[in-house]
């Protein structure tokens, strides 16, 4: 389930709110935002307020994140 909804924001241009993500992964609306959640504690994903709602996107990594990654390598 996890990777579905990874695949999913992966694919998407705009980031999606929790009920769009349910629907298209066909999940209940509880198991979906768990799993959001989850997926943000894991740094995967991060949350957005637009138009009052929340919505979810790939986490993009700042210039930090991305020179500790490669001196990781």
């Known amino acids: 389930m996890y990777q579905r909804i990874l695949k999913l924001l992966e ?12 629907e298209k992964t066909k999940e209940s609306l509880m198991k979906t935002k768990s799993l959001l959640l989850r997926l943000q504690e894991e740094g995967k994903v991060e949350s957005t ?22 001196m990781g390598r």
Do not use: M, Y
């Open 49 to 70: 307020k637009k138009d009052e709602i929340i919505v979810w996107q790939i986490k993009k990594k700042n210039d930090v994140e991305k020179k500790f990654e490669k």
């Open 11 to 22: 694919n998407e241009e705009s980031p999606l709110s929790s009920e769009a993500i349910s």
